[in-house]
């Protein structure tokens, strides 16, 4: 969430960083509702410093109240009431009103309101040549994936993993669980599936993304549509004791998304589903480590894609293609040579202080000083099944099977997936 206390002091200055990300802020209503909820502050302050200083009197006096004085503070405490029942409709005024808005673009965010302004800020060595056999005809006719028995099961764009396929999948998420926990230092959780929906608005997610998720109805629970959203929540409404940042975290869950806004795109093998397996990063830091804390997890998203061998290249997006809780994102692309395409396997994000300030997580940077709002960032450590994707399309031999990466070969026990 922004800062209502920022708006107020330059509303040109957000004014014009919404606007950056395609945006019709409504900053004159906040500064009208603001307005409105300093002025009944003031109302019902001046009853209550009238109402205390006339018992005060009272008391001083040692006697009872007159019976003018007892009507006279019986309308004084109706008012009141009245006043502050306005001042809670326009405190949810403004709240419904600033839940929406998303984060402000950092200054070096590019301008540009699509993916068509994106830069791409690196390449890495390899091949980008295409052959044509895209995942969708090869692992089907290798027996570790069935999109048929997916459909029939849940419906379209769900998927089953079979024999070795199920098996890649789960060593290549072991193995960037080890890398990041044994060599990045970051804590492994296995956070629930299921949140409330004030872990959602913390997050971000809600309200603004709600058609695009799952709901239980009866429990009022969300399935995540990244583990992004439990991790931002382990600190909700706490406030963090000095020495403690930075705080990483690491988790491999499901992702459950309707993915409405893949209408229209390529949605054809498993590029584009309504669940997923997904090793996110996610770490708490001081406001002034953010930017370096976001470099430091481009570098441990990217070493993933160079130690698996595969092409990538890294995206720094624009203003209008940013996450709606970031403040700057960068993207990273494998090469994929069978669907002939760059396959997002991970999108890196600083978030700043608008999650926590969302969820009410605070730190105290020494002992005895005021609590402040640390920044959070994100990304993910890589998604599954585009990275599973990529293997099968990068390791295709002439004969039909695949060789999988050096890397996993630990974790699998075989380095090749033979043709049957």
């Known amino acids: 969430m922004l800062s209502l206390d920022q708006i107020v002091r330059d509303p040109e200055k957000f004014r014009t960083a919404l606007v950056r990300r395609g945006e019709d802020p409504p900053i004159d209503r906040i500064l009208e509702l603001d307005s409105r909820r300093k002025a009944l502050i003031q109302l019902a302050d001046a009853d209550r410093a009238h109402r205390n200083a006339v018992s005060k009197a009272i008391g001083d006096e040692k006697r009872k109240p007159t019976l003018e004085e007892i009507s006279e503070m019986r309308e004084v405490g109706d008012r009141i009431k009245s006043v502050e029942a306005?001042?809670?409709?326009?405190?949810?005024?403004?709240?419904?009103?600033?839940?929406?808005?998303?984060?402000?673009?950092?200054?070096?965010?590019?301008?540009?309101?699509?993916?068509?302004?994106?830069?791409?800020?690196?390449?890495?060595?390899?091949?980008?040549?295409?052959?044509?056999?895209?995942?969708?005809?090869?692992?089907?006719?290798?027996?570790?994936?069935?999109?048929?028995?997916?459909?029939?099961?849940?419906?379209?764009?769900?998927f089953v993993m079979k024999g070795k396929g199920a098996k890649l999948q789960r060593a290549l998420a072991a193995w960037m669980?080890?890398?990041?926990?044994?060599?990045?230092?970051?804590?492994?959780?296995?956070?629930?599936?299921?949140?409330?929906?004030?872990?959602?608005?913390?997050?971000?997610?809600?309200?603004?993304?709600?058609?695009?998720?799952?709901?239980?109805?009866?429990?009022?629970?969300?399935?995540?549509?990244?583990?992004?959203?439990?991790?931002?929540?382990?600190?909700?409404?706490?406030?963090?004791?000095?020495?403690?940042?930075?705080?990483?975290?690491?988790?491999?869950?499901?992702?459950?998304?309707?993915?409405?806004?893949?209408?229209?795109?390529?949605?054809?093998?498993?590029?584009?589903?309504?669940?997923f397996e997904k090793v996110e990063m996610f770490r708490y830091v001081e406001p002034q480590d953010s930017e370096a804390g976001l470099e430091e997890m481009l570098a441990e998203a990217s070493t993933l894609c160079e130690r698996l061998g595969l092409t990538y290249r890294v995206l720094k997006l624009c203003a209008g293609d940013i996450g709606f809780q970031s403040a700057k994102t960068y993207d990273i692309e494998v090469w994929s040579p069978g669907s002939a395409e760059w396959l997002e396997v991970s999108s890196i994000s600083t978030c700043t202080d608008f999650q926590t300030r969302r969820n009410n997580t605070r730190y105290r940077p020494e002992t005895g000083a005021s609590t402040r709002l640390p920044h959070t960032l994100n990304g993910s450590g890589l998604a599954l099944p585009r990275i599973w994707i990529a293997v099968i399309e990068n390791g295709l031999q002439p004969d039909g099977s695949i060789v999988i990466p050096e890397e996993i070969v630990p974790y699998t026990g075989w380095e090749r997936i033979e043709v049957p």
């Open 86 to 158: 306005d001042l809670a409709a326009v405190l949810a005024d403004l709240n419904e009103t600033l839940l929406p808005l998303p984060n402000t673009p950092l200054a070096d965010v590019p301008d540009g309101l699509n993916e068509e302004s994106n830069e791409v800020i690196h390449t890495s060595d390899g091949p980008t040549e295409s052959h044509g056999n895209a995942h969708w005809d090869v692992a089907p006719a290798l027996g570790i994936l069935d999109l048929e028995a997916g459909a029939g099961i849940s419906g379209a764009r769900f």
């Open 177 to 275: 669980l080890d890398v990041h926990t044994n060599e990045h230092g970051y804590t492994e959780i296995d956070p629930p599936l299921l949140v409330r929906s004030e872990t959602m608005q913390g997050s971000g997610n809600l309200p603004k993304f709600r058609e695009n998720l799952y709901h239980d109805d009866e429990t009022d629970l969300w399935l995540v549509p990244t583990a992004e959203v439990a991790l931002n929540a382990l600190h909700q409404g706490k406030i963090i004791d000095p020495d403690v940042l930075p705080l990483k975290y690491v988790a491999e869950t499901p992702s459950f998304r309707k993915e409405h806004a893949a209408g229209g795109r390529d949605v054809r093998g498993i590029k584009r589903v309504h669940q």
